[in-house]
């Protein structure tokens, strides 16, 4: 239900460094955009800029048309899920998920059946009495999930998420946000740096390298019509082979390959 | 504990933070500054800056030159090294190995010994001084025993140099146990087993392994120590001799029963003078420690 | 360095057992004889334990009107200390913890000043400035001479505290909209809160028994148990009165014992003393 905007976002920590790079992007209604990239490629910085936990030293930032830079993190429509789920431990799951409904002074009653309908949701039906250090590691992402959701924020950031949980449990959390995603229509910005998890849930993947945008398409279009060498790399399994292009011919020591591409130094991307 | 990077928390603005800050620090720091630097400035200068004989404030040393001249003064100075020194030497000989079988002992007969070690920390120095009395003094429990068991009488400790001696150790074990435990908690299991392996016996791994990165433990234990126990107050009044007394009860009596300021507080700038080596060691030690960590 | 797997016969901690034993002789059997004499109505040399067993001596020794005083007036000065600390010095720590101010640092390792210096000649350089504010034998000179001792382990240990705590769980009461003087309510404190209480309860335990500073400054005008223990020892020819004190006495250092222990054991306590 909300379009998010970024407009040539940069981030220097000091120095000449420049954690992410006059970076822009338009997230539409209701999409899951992924941001993909190695370590130290900017993404976590990017979303931490969209919750309010870092400034851009530039550009902006806009959330349904409203200017949302200037905005703590406590007065922005963003709902951020922590890689380590940052659950409060002297509170129990209830008092958990209800804290952001007392702070905004909802009636009693309305809180519960609130934190009852995400609990439901996210699937921790009864765990409200629980303490957070009783729960798995999956549960107690559910529960920051559900922390988040129950604010029916604009834009649902996800930094990460299952980092920390094994194979299995993360690819059956893989599908169960991504379906109260869906269900929930709600706009969502995904860090992750496997790109299984990007191509298995993405509407679109971003392809972040040392902070600027490589490319950003459907996964489909990204595997097959990689636009720079690194995304090409990145994506899937690729064999890279430099060679010259010369005559509308791409040769490398006894191979060559019709082309149709001006000539010049290349590198001809092969999936096996 | 670093004094690290502040965090984000208090929001995005960073003018007139520093003052909010400094507002909030102001009262314990001025206490500080009011309470213990301007004191020991003040003492110096009071002690060196004085009326003469005209009535008129000017720089002497007759308080000092009195202090050292005057053999009462002098014994007791005497006697106030000659514990410290002892103490020092005593509590290295006797926590040194039980910080080691500490370190490298597991299961409950070594976490029952570490509980007693630590344990004289939640005595109070009253009690103790009490209860040595009631074991060491004269018809204490050790006199009861011995009579019991038809041996002769030992001479009490009781009112002798070595009472307060015997009370300093003791209250002094826990900490100095515990600083020589963190200490040896940087030196590995790993580099023992490998110095082991090699064919070090115990005493080599002793010797070459842990002495080594274990010295500045010891530095920091002594230096606590000393600082603790040359101007000790309540255990050499209690357990001491009256004369010739440690320089804590000295001063006190100087202070308060003599009514004589100045001299009192030239007792504590000579023990100052005394310490300030350990002192300067023991404040570096613990701010290179934090610094160095989180 | 215990062996896992196959070992032949268990074998015996002989260095152990010798510390345990000489340790508990030379520690608790002093305290034991103590606690006997407390409990003890006849006690007369050469028997190795008391005749008489009873009360007596607790009737006698809380019927004392200068014991009552006593315990009163330490009461009284443990509490004032305590919050007058607590409530200059926790704010403090967490601008230490969380503020960015000048001198920030060089403020922060000057409470360990103090330490440098040996403390009772502290205190009597402290005392001069005393004499000449009048301060002398009264009950707000022993509170204020009593606070400055505190001053070091309710700032840093607090700081340590604020520190340690998670700021993911911060960032996360933000992103559900706390104000940041809400997360600090709700989620700083909370987290930091049982450290900061293992830190309050033994600055009221170490002023309960402070002893030098009391004397020094208070005696004696203001007699604190611990001044009255010494009066005990020195002039009190009845033994048991002093026994009974001691265990009297004894008690908020049992508490300290109870909640603080774990506190201690831990590598950062002997840490912050400079290990």
Redesign the interface.
């Known amino acids: 239900m909300s379009v998010l905007d970024i407009k040539g976002v940069t981030k220097q920590f000091g120095g000449a460094v420049r954690a992410v790079d006059d970076f822009s992007l338009t997230v539409g209604d209701g999409e899951l955009v992924c941001l993909l990239g190695p370590s130290g490629s900017g993404k976590s910085t990017l979303l931490r800029m969209i919750g309010g936990f870092e400034t851009p030293s530039s550009g902006s930032i806009t959330i349904d048309g409203e200017e949302v830079i200037h905005l703590p993190p406590e007065r922005r429509p963003t709902g951020m899920v922590f890689q380590s789920h940052a659950l409060w431990t002297h509170m129990n799951v209830f008092k958990n998920i209800a804290f952001g409904l007392k702070l905004r002074r909802r009636p009693a009653d309305e809180i519960k059946r609130r934190v009852d309908t995400v609990m439901e949701l996210v699937g921790l039906t009864g765990y409200g009495s629980r303490q957070t250090h009783q729960l798995s590691g999956g549960q107690q992402q559910r529960v920051a999930l559900a922390r988040s959701l129950v604010l029916e924020p604009k834009i649902l950031l996800l930094d990460e998420p299952f980092a920390s949980l094994d194979q299995h449990l993360r690819e059956r959390l893989r599908e169960e946000v991504r379906d109260i995603q869906q269900r929930l229509k709600i706009t969502t910005l995904f860090v992750t740096h496997g790109q299984d998890e990007a191509l298995s849930m993405a509407d679109r993947i971003v392809v972040l390298h040392d902070g600027r945008m490589e490319q950003v398409a459907a996964p489909d279009m990204l595997y097959r019509e990689p636009a720079t060498p690194f995304v090409a790399g990145f994506i899937g399994t690729m064999n890279l082979i430099e060679g010259n292009v010369s005559g509308g011919n791409f040769s490398r020591l006894g191979f060559s390959h019709a082309l149709p591409v001006a000539d010049g130094p290349a590198i001809f991307a092969v999936r096996p | 504990m670093t004094l690290g990077a502040t965090s984000d928390i208090v929001g995005t603005k960073t003018q007139g933070r520093g003052l909010i800050g400094l507002l909030l620090v102001a009262i314990p720091v001025v206490l500080v500054a009011w309470m213990v630097i301007y004191p020991i400035i003040s003492a110096v200068v009071t002690t060196l800056w004085m009326p003469d004989a005209n009535g008129t404030d000017a720089f002497t040393l007759k308080t000092y030159r009195f202090f050292f001249s005057d053999g009462y003064s002098l014994a007791n100075l005497q006697l106030t090294l000659w514990t410290t020194a002892l103490c020092g030497i005593i509590l290295l000989v006797v926590c040194l190995p039980i910080a080691l079988y500490l370190r490298f002992a597991k299961g409950r007969l070594a976490a029952y010994v570490q509980g007693l070690a630590i344990f004289p920390l939640f005595v109070p120095s009253i009690i103790l001084s009490y209860a040595f009395i009631r074991v060491l003094g004269p018809n204490g429990m050790v006199d009861i025993i011995l009579n019991a068991m038809h041996l002769p009488k030992i001479r009490t400790p009781y009112l002798t140099p070595w009472g307060p001696l015997i009370g300093l150790v003791w209250d002094h074990i826990p900490l100095t146990v515990l600083i020589l435990l963190a200490g040896l908690g940087v030196v590995s299991d790993a580099s023992v087993e490998a110095a082991r392996d090699v064919g070090a016996g115990r005493f080599r791994v002793f010797w070459n392994i842990i002495l080594p990165k274990l010295g500045n433990s010891i530095l920091v234990a002594v230096s606590f120590a000393v600082l603790g126990i040359f101007s000790s107050f309540t255990l050499p009044y209690v357990l001491g001799p009256a004369a010739p007394e440690m320089m804590g009860p000295f001063m006190q009596r100087t202070f308060r029963d003599l009514y004589d300021a100045p001299n009192a507080i030239t007792q504590a700038v000579i023990s100052f003078f005394f310490c300030i080596v350990f002192g300067l060691f023991y404040v570096r030690s613990v701010v290179k420690n934090q610094r160095g960590r989180g | ?2 062996t896992e797997g196959f070992v032949a016969r268990p074998r015996i ?1 002989w ?3 010798a ?2 034993v000489v ?2 002789l ?6 034991l ?2 606690g006997t ?1 407390a409990f003890a109505n006849v006690w007369r ?4 334990v008391p005749q008489e067993f009873g009360l007596r001596y607790w009737y006698q020794t809380l019927a004392r009107p200068d014991v009552w005083q006593a315990i009163t007036t330490s009461i009284s000065l443990a509490v004032s200390v305590t919050a007058i600390s607590a409530v ?2 926790l ?2 720590a ?9 001198f ?2 060089l ?16 205190l ?6 005393f ?1 000449s504010l009048n301060l002398i034998g009264t009950f707000w000179g022993v509170v ?2 009593q ?2 001792g505190t ?1 070091l382990y309710m ?1 840093w240990i607090p ?2 505290a604020f ?2 705590v ?15 003087l ?2 600090f309510w ?3 404190l ?2 930091a809160g049982p450290t900061i209480a293992a830190a309050v309860l033994l600055t009221f335990v170490n002023t309960f ?1 402070e ?2 500073g009391a ?2 400054i208070g ?1 004696p005008q203001v007699r604190t148990m ?1 001044i009255l ?2 009066s ?3 002039n009190q020819p009845v ?1 048991q009165y ?2 009974v004190l ?1 265990v009297i ?2 008690l908020p ?2 508490f ?2 109870l909640f603080a ?1 774990r506190v ?2 831990g ?9």
């Open positions: 360095m215990a901690d260095i152990g057992i510390f345990a340790l508990t030379v520690i608790i059997f002093p305290l004889v103590v004499w040399y050469p028997n190795l200059v010095c704010p403090a967490f601008a230490f913890a969380r503020l960015q101010f000048p920030r640092s403020l922060f390792f000057s409470f360990i000043a103090g330490q440098a210096f040996p403390k009772f000649g502290l009597v350089a402290i005392a001069g400035i004499l204020l001479i606070l400055v001053l700032i700081v340590a520190q340690s998670d700021r993911r769980m911060e960032e996360a009461a933000r992103d559900v909209g706390a104000s940041p809400r997360v709700s989620i700083t909370p987290q028994y002893t030098e004397w020094l005696a611990p223990m010494i005990f020892i020195n033994i002093g026994a001691s006495l004894w250092s049992f300290a014992l222990r201690i054991s590598g950062s306590f002997a840490r912050g003393f400079g290990a």
